[in-house]
Each structure stands twice: as structure tokens, then as C-alpha cells.
């Protein structure tokens, strides 16, 4: 599952046509130097005090604003503006919330989901 996740993970996610034994949604989790769609290069989590899952627009402003920050430059190499990655963020949902996921991941892939061997870490695209 996408909680499971941890910086420096290299997945690809269930699709109808990929296939496999896990339900669509999931992730699969593989070495770097495989081909993949996407990579985890950052994690933060809500603060304990924050009880109801935000709504989308304070989720995507936090997500935004930590997983095209100091996070991305420090293990990419270069900063967010000047990246050639497309960045996103994966966050709770309302039930994974309700069972106290509060782990937010910021994820680098290409713009067009195409899969990359190897490590966006200190690549410097």
C-alpha cells in the first residue's frame, strides 16, 4: 500500500492491464536500477493535533509546498523549478485517515508516466 511506501522507494503501480495478483491501486515496489514509473523522494506527516483530514485545496497547498521544496532539492540535486521530473504527492485517504495514516509522499515520475531505470537521487535532471 501507498503508507508502506518510504523515501527512496522505486514502484510502479496496479493497473487493469499490468495485472497481477495484487487489486488495482496497489503498488509494487522494485529496485531502482529496474524499470519504473515512480520514486518516493520525500515524507512528512500531518501533526497529531490535526484531527479531521484536511480538505483538498489545504492537502494539495501542503503537499505542494513541502514536495517542491528543500526536500526535493536535497535528494534530486537540483531545485523543483528546474527539474525535468513531474512532481506529485500521495496523501490519505478518508479511510486510510480514519485508520491513522497521516504520511504524506512526494513522488518524482516523467511527465508522461514512460518508465526510467535507475535513481532520481542526486541525478540532478
Known amino acids: 500500500a501507498t503508507k ?4 527512496g522507494n522505486c514502484y510502479n ?8 495478483k495484487e487489486p488495482v491501486g496497489e503498488v509494487t515496489v522494485v529496485d531502482c536500477a529496474k524499470a519504473h514509473t515512480y520514486e518516493v523522494i520525500a515524507q512528512t506527516t500531518f501533526g497529531e493535533d490535526i484531527k479531521e483530514l484536511p480538505n ?3 492537502i494539495a497547498s501542503l503537499g ?4 517542491l ?3 526535493f532539492t536535497k535528494y534530486v540535486g537540483i531545485e523543483s523549478g528546474k527539474t525535468n521530473y513531474q512532481v506529485e504527492y500521495l496523501t490519505p485517504s478518508k ?13 518524482v515520475t516523467q511527465g508522461d508516466k ?3 531505470k535507475g535513481s ?3 541525478s540532478k535532471k
Open 64 to 67: 505542494q509546498g513541502f514536495c
Open 4 to 7: 508502506d511506501l518510504e523515501v
Open 120 to 122: 532520481a537521487k542526486n
Open 95 to 107: 479511510d486510510t485517515w480514519a485508520k491513522g495514516d497521516r504520511k504524506i509522499s512526494c513522488v
Open 56 to 58: 483538498e485545496r489545504a
Open 114 to 116: 514512460s518508465q526510467v
Open 13 to 20: 503501480t496496479v493497473s487493469e492491464k499490468s495485472g497481477g
Open 69 to 71: 521544496g528543500e526536500d
